[in-house]
């Protein structure tokens, strides 16, 4: 029963991110890149923030304790399965490595100037948002 608990707050927690993720990257992004307007960016950050991190801590915590307690803490590229955690942890680690770098570099200084990289770092990282939701799936079929 754990184990449901934990996964259906993983699944709502990936829904939000990437839902959020492609919302800002198909809809956001295009608009303020024909308005040239860095401020509807701006805005749908201030939005979603309050959402977005949450359900992204929630899917840490609850993808890390299925891993551990499901699969345990093996990391054999030879097993489908504990592949599957491998290339998950590292698309999270790259998540919040693209996520700090926008926050510390390029959001606090958003500007027309800058604004091409930040659609760059929103881009990758609802790519990585994909592939992570890809990746996941495979737990069902028994790894990639």
Not at 88 to 96: A, H, N, Q, R, T
Not at 127 to 142: D, I, N, S, T, W
Request: proline letters at 3%; glycine letters at 6%.
């Amino acid at each position: 029963m754990l184990y449901h608990t934990l996964l259906l707050l993983h699944l709502i927690g990936a829904c939000i991110w990437l839902g959020g993720h492609l919302i800002l990257s198909l809809q956001i992004v295009p608009k303020a890149l024909v308005k040239k307007d860095v401020q509807l960016i701006q805005q749908f950050e201030k939005i979603f923030e309050p959402i977005g991190i949450p359900s992204l801590v929630i899917q840490i915590i609850t993808g890390v304790w299925m891993a551990i307690f499901q699969y345990g803490i093996q990391f054999n590229w030879d097993n489908a399965i504990q592949r599957n955690i491998i290339i998950k942890l590292s698309l999270l680690v790259l998540s919040l490595l693209l996520a700090l770098h926008a926050r510390i570099f390029i959001i606090p200084k958003l500007s027309l100037v800058n604004l091409p990289m930040m659609v760059l770092h929103i881009r990758f990282i609802t790519l990585v948002a994909l592939l992570m939701v890809f990746f996941g799936l495979q737990f069902r079929f028994g790894g990639l």
